[in-house]
Every structure is written in structure tokens, then in C-alpha cells.
């Protein structure tokens, strides 16, 4: 496990766990949810996973260039492929400080996609900055995708604030109900703060405008997610029981690969790469109400 310091703020990651983290803090206050520390829990029971070559559902596989290309079920319990084999694979850390590391997995593979990826976690008394790279290191053009998946505490008091333009309709198979981003139901438009919807939610949010507050009370310690690369969003928490919740900004919606356009997706060829970025401030108030 590596460990960053910076003032107050502290954060693990678990190279052998897909780079991800396992626990970030202000103090002894968490800023995302902790890791059970329980490996046979999984990925998903950290506290921030990587996603690539892709993020979130593919329908089995996509057409590119004359080619079909077929993707396997990659988690037990999920019938389609989910975020790509990043957060599954063990990587190798590079470079070190007190307060960064570098990190780099050499040889992703997922169906067609071969690639490498590196990230750059870089600590301060303020915020976390993640930058993620993939290059793709095979012979084929193909489409990439990227993002991060923090899991945040959630309470009775989490409120957030976001904008954006539009949203995809989840079906049963979590993929999108509709081939199209549609308007936002007031239920769903974050514009002015509010708290979390009671029941089941994930759905992607078209048009996201790279910023994020969320406030978790007064007793805790409110978050900005933000980034200058992504522009799609998911927002997931399975119910208002739930001790946690996920803000994913991601490069595409689910199931990119066989919508029209391929909204958010980048054709890498050989040796081209995709950048992207996120950072996660805290101790930033809100100045607009709900």
C-alpha cells in the first residue's frame, strides 16, 4: 500500500488493486468512502477505482471499421462487460514523493483493446489531483474510453449540485433506454443543491459542465469534483440506505461503443494516446442554494 501526506490530507492507494485508492482523509474525517481493508471484497469496496480502456456497460461487444468485435462478462453476477480490466489488474508504481505517485500498468488487454495506462496521483493540504493516460499499443484504430469511480459517504445530510444538459434513461439491463441523451425530469436536474433521490439511481448525465459540490453537512467535509477533459457523468447510489454514493465523470455514457456517434468515445490509433484529468478539493462552500 503507498501512503501520501499533505497537511492534514492523507490518502492510500493499493497498487495490486487496480491503482486504486483505498481510503482518503482530512484528518480523521473520510472524504471518500474507506476501504473494508477485506481484499476479498473486491474493487468496488474501495474507495476510488480506475476505468479503462472504458467506463461502465458494454452490450456484449461493437462494430468498428468492417470488424465485430466481442467483449466477455468480466465480474461474477454481471452478464456484460463493465469498466474495462484496469481496476482488476495489478500495477507497477514508477515514482515516488511524500506527497505524488506514478503508477503504470503496461500491458492492459480487454477483447480487442491492448494498451498501456499510467496515472499520476499528486497530494496537497487542499485537494487530489488524478491524471490517468492510455496508449493504445496495438496495431488496430480503436475507440477508448476513461474515467474515475470515487464512492463518497452518504447520509441523510449529502446534498449535491451539478450542471448538465441532458441524461440517458437506464433500461433493466442497465444500459440506455434511449439512443439519445433527453432532457432532464426536475427529479433529476441537480442544478440547484439537493439531496440524493430515495430510491435506485444510475443513470449518465449528457453535458456535464466539469464541476461538482457536494456537501455532506456540517459535521463532515464537502468535496469539488471537477475536470477540464470529461463531460459526461454518472451519478449511482442503489437507495437512500445506502452508505455511499458515486459521482463517476467518465468520458462517455454507457454503451458509447454501439450509440449513434459514439458520443465522448476517441479513435486511438496505434501509439496515440488519451489524456484525462480529475481533481477532488475540499473545504469549499457552496455559495448557491437549492
Not at 468480466?74 to 511524500?98: K, M
Not at 499510467?118 to 489531483?129: F, I, K, P, Q
Request: overall charge negative; glycine content about 12%.
Amino acid at each position: 500500500m503507498i501512503q501520501l501526506a499533505a497537511g492534514q490530507a492523507r490518502v492510500e492507494i493499493l497498487p495490486e488493486m487496480g491503482a486504486g485508492l483505498a481510503r482518503l482523509w482530512l484528518g480523521d474525517r473520510p472524504l471518500l468512502r474507506p476501504w473494508s481493508g477485506i481484499k476479498a471484497d473486491g474493487p468496488f469496496a474501495l474507495a476510488m477505482n480506475l476505468l479503462a480502456p472504458f467506463s461502465n456497460r458494454i452490450a456484449g461487444g461493437f462494430h468498428h471499421d468492417g470488424s465485430d468485435y466481442a467483449l466477455p462478462p468480466n465480474l461474477p453476477g454481471e452478464p456484460l462487460p463493465i469498466h474495462g480490466d484496469a481496476f482488476q489488474r495489478r500495477w507497477l508504481v514508477t515514482e515516488q514523493t511524500d506527497n505524488s505517485v506514478a503508477l503504470q500498468l503496461p500491458d492492459g488487454s480487454f477483447g480487442p483493446f491492448r494498451y498501456g495506462a499510467a496515472v499520476r496521483y499528486r497530494l496537497d493540504e487542499h485537494g487530489l489531483a488524478a491524471r490517468l493516460e492510455l496508449t493504445n499499443l496495438g496495431v488496430m484504430a480503436l475507440p477508448f474510453g476513461a474515467g474515475f469511480h470515487p464512492w463518497f459517504p452518504r447520509s441523510s445530510q449529502t446534498q449535491i449540485r451539478f450542471d448538465a444538459s441532458g441524461y440517458w434513461p437506464e433500461n433493466a439491463q442497465h444500459l440506455p433506454a434511449t439512443r439519445a441523451a433527453v432532457a432532464l425530469p426536475p427529479d433529476l436536474d441537480f442544478a440547484g443543491r439537493r439531496g440524493l433521490p430515495h430510491g435506485w439511481i444510475n443513470v449518465g448525465f449528457a453535458g456535464w459542465t466539469g464541476q461538482t459540490q457536494i456537501d455532506q453537512g456540517p459535521d463532515a467535509v464537502s468535496v469539488r469534483v471537477s475536470s477540464d477533459d470529461l463531460h459526461t457523468a454518472m451519478l449511482y447510489s442503489p437507495s437512500a440506505g445506502a452508505d455511499f454514493f458515486c459521482f463517476e465523470p467518465v468520458s462517455h455514457p454507457v454503451n458509447a461503443h454501439n450509440l449513434p456517434g459514439r458520443p465522448g468515445l476517441v479513435t486511438l490509433a496505434g501509439s496515440d494516446s488519451l489524456n484525462v484529468g480529475m481533481r477532488l478539493d475540499w473545504g469549499l462552500s457552496d455559495d448557491r442554494s437549492a
